[in-house]
Nanobody
């Protein structure tokens, strides 16, 4: 089992930056991919980006060039650095962990990010 706890959400203004954190605990050794997802009101949850051990990462077109994911193996922490935030980035952001590149086996509870115009 793996437990995930997101933090760092809040209310920010357009154009500013925010960093979300995801603390992982439990059987971390089985995890090879960490990801961030988001769900805006009335919309389906979407993948923001993901990273795997070794550093390879990918991002959705909507955040590419603005967001970046990093993984601190020593601290079992994954971060989502969000720059040049837009109102359309407003959503609940979720962290997930998976044993493979294409699956999410564990989910956090989410943290709210609201970007005011």
């Amino acid at each position: 089992q793996v437990q995930l706890l997101e933090s760092g959400g809040g209310l920010v203004q357009t154009g500013t930056s925010l960093t979300l954190s995801c603390a992982a605990s439990g059987s971390i050794g089985s995890i090879n991919t960490m990801a961030w997802h988001r769900q805006a009101p009335g919309k389906q949850r979407e993948l923001v980006g993901k990273i795997r051990r070794g550093g390879m990462s990918t991002y959705s077109d909507s955040v590419k060039g603005r967001f970046s994911i990093s993984w601190d193996y020593a601290k079992n922490m994954v971060y989502l650095q969000m720059n040049r935030l837009k109102p359309e980035d407003t959503a609940v952001y979720y962290c997930s962990a998976g044993s493979t590149w294409y699956g999410a086996d564990y989910w956090g509870q989410g943290t709210q990010v609201t970007v005011s115009s």
